[in-house]
């Protein structure tokens, strides 16, 4: 892969390589875009076949923070971070601190939180080392573990959703499967359980299964290679991305893709397809905004009322865009693509570079409310 060329081709404004052999750190993290503020985005671990799939993952999950940020209205721009490794295994004090001491050096340009396999305890060793992350323990004034707002916020869009293809908002006796009950699918399927839903599930991981068989009973569990063969009203994909692809597209059997994973779409010709077989596909950046939200609050002063308060905006903006997308007669995904684009268009045109203002914009964790309004 020709990394500048891909560099370019997405849009980014800054790859950042860091390596500690001390403690095996190997990481990458991705700066996208900062138009409207400092690029925020968590970061993940996971055991990477090649370093070559590690840096396509942090551009696509990178870029899609840009454009989630932007459609959500926060004044943040769009960041990830991937450390290559085991989580079983390669976890240390010293990694993260370490990771910490990196993401320091970038003054400000990226800030960091929680993603797949990596905990508030791993973010509180990363905090030692700088205040450039979110989503730390409440007792340092964060908001702890994200995962049941991201939860709450794809539940929004769900229930938007519900509302768009069959007239009623309630997730009462239907039908979803769930491809995933990590973090965040474990408490999606909590909130689909009290709402009455009826839910089929699977996952990769066994202990995953069963916290998710010993929390709902009632949900049904089915191999992984059969999951897209299952009639539903929702398919909610909450594990990795482009689980929407060629071999998969043509097995659906739903009316609706919702679901809390970043980068369903395999390619963007995917969202067309979707659209051509009367699929409503809710856009990943678009739903599962709920922990960005949340986090982004940390800055002004966490509160979980204002939290929730904002993630319940999902609902209303969700239903905006279904609008757009019927109204021009073009998919879901290219109507939020274009509301995101515009919006960090319209402020680009306001400023030259945000480079130039970061010292003063940003000089720690204290003045962190010049960002969110």
């Given at each position: 892969m020709a990394?500048?060329?891909?560099?370019?081709s997405m849009g980014h404004e800054q790859v950042v390589y860091f390596s500690d052999p001390s403690c095996n750190l190997k990481a990458i993290v991705a700066i996208h875009n900062t138009t409207l503020g400092p690029a925020l985005g968590g970061t993940r671990m996971w055991n990477y076949a090649t370093?070559?799939?590690?840096?396509?993952d942090v551009l696509r999950l990178s870029k899609g923070m840009t454009y989630k940020a932007a459609v959500s209205g926060l004044n943040l721009g769009g960041g990830k971070g991937v450390?290559?490794?085991?989580?079983?295994?390669?976890k240390s004090e010293a990694l993260f601190r370490s990771y910490g001491r990196f993401i320091e050096s970038l003054?400000?340009?990226?800030?960091?939180?929680?993603?797949?396999n990596v905990t508030v305890d791993d973010i509180e060793n990363v905090y030692v080392e700088t205040s450039n992350c979110v989503g730390v323990a409440k007792v340092h004034g964060g908001s702890g573990n994200p995962a049941p707002y991201t939860a709450l916020g794809v539940f929004r869009g769900m229930e938007a959703s519900l509302t768009k293809v069959f007239g009623k908002r309630s997730v009462r006796d239907r039908?979803?499967?769930l491809q995933g009950v990590g973090a965040v699918g474990f408490e999606l399927g909590k909130l689909l359980d009290k709402g009455g839903a009826k839910i089929f599930f699977t996952d990769i991981s066994e202990s995953n299964i069963e916290r998710f068989k010993e929390a709902i009973p009632s949900a049904e569990y089915v191999n992984p290679e059969e999951i897209f063969d299952i009639e539903c009203d929702v398919h909610s994909p909450c594990a990795l991305g482009a689980s929407i692809n060629d071999n998969t597209i043509g097995r659906l059997k739903t009316k609706i893709i919702c679901g809390a994973a970043n980068n369903q779409l395999a390619e963007d010709r995917h969202g067309d397809d979707l659209k051509n077989r009367n699929i409503l596909y809710a856009p990943d950046y678009l739903i599962n905004a709920g922990g960005l939200m949340n986090v982004s609050i940390e800055f002004e002063g966490w509160s979980d009322t204002k939290s929730r308060r904002m993630i319940d905006k999902i609902y209303d903006t969700s239903l905006a865009i279904f609008k757009i997308s019927e109204d021009e007669d073009i998919a879901v995904h290219t109507a939020t693509d274009r509301l995101a684009r515009r919006r960090i268009e319209s402020i680009s045109k306001i400023k030259t570079s945000f480079l130039g203002n970061i010292g003063h914009r940003f000089p720690g964790r204290k003045n962190r409310q010049n960002f969110v309004h």
């Amino acid at each position: 892969m020709a990394t500048f060329e891909s560099i370019y081709s997405m849009g980014h404004e800054q790859v950042v390589y860091f390596s500690d052999p001390s403690c095996n750190l190997k990481a990458i993290v991705a700066i996208h875009n900062t138009t409207l503020g400092p690029a925020l985005g968590g970061t993940r671990m996971w055991n990477y076949a090649t370093e070559e799939e590690a840096l396509v993952d942090v551009l696509r999950l990178s870029k899609g923070m840009t454009y989630k940020a932007a459609v959500s209205g926060l004044n943040l721009g769009g960041g990830k971070g991937v450390i290559i490794g085991d989580p079983k295994t390669d976890k240390s004090e010293a990694l993260f601190r370490s990771y910490g001491r990196f993401i320091e050096s970038l003054n400000g340009r990226y800030i960091t939180a929680e993603d797949v396999n990596v905990t508030v305890d791993d973010i509180e060793n990363v905090y030692v080392e700088t205040s450039n992350c979110v989503g730390v323990a409440k007792v340092h004034g964060g908001s702890g573990n994200p995962a049941p707002y991201t939860a709450l916020g794809v539940f929004r869009g769900m229930e938007a959703s519900l509302t768009k293809v069959f007239g009623k908002r309630s997730v009462r006796d239907r039908v979803v499967v769930l491809q995933g009950v990590g973090a965040v699918g474990f408490e999606l399927g909590k909130l689909l359980d009290k709402g009455g839903a009826k839910i089929f599930f699977t996952d990769i991981s066994e202990s995953n299964i069963e916290r998710f068989k010993e929390a709902i009973p009632s949900a049904e569990y089915v191999n992984p290679e059969e999951i897209f063969d299952i009639e539903c009203d929702v398919h909610s994909p909450c594990a990795l991305g482009a689980s929407i692809n060629d071999n998969t597209i043509g097995r659906l059997k739903t009316k609706i893709i919702c679901g809390a994973a970043n980068n369903q779409l395999a390619e963007d010709r995917h969202g067309d397809d979707l659209k051509n077989r009367n699929i409503l596909y809710a856009p990943d950046y678009l739903i599962n905004a709920g922990g960005l939200m949340n986090v982004s609050i940390e800055f002004e002063g966490w509160s979980d009322t204002k939290s929730r308060r904002m993630i319940d905006k999902i609902y209303d903006t969700s239903l905006a865009i279904f609008k757009i997308s019927e109204d021009e007669d073009i998919a879901v995904h290219t109507a939020t693509d274009r509301l995101a684009r515009r919006r960090i268009e319209s402020i680009s045109k306001i400023k030259t570079s945000f480079l130039g203002n970061i010292g003063h914009r940003f000089p720690g964790r204290k003045n962190r409310q010049n960002f969110v309004h």
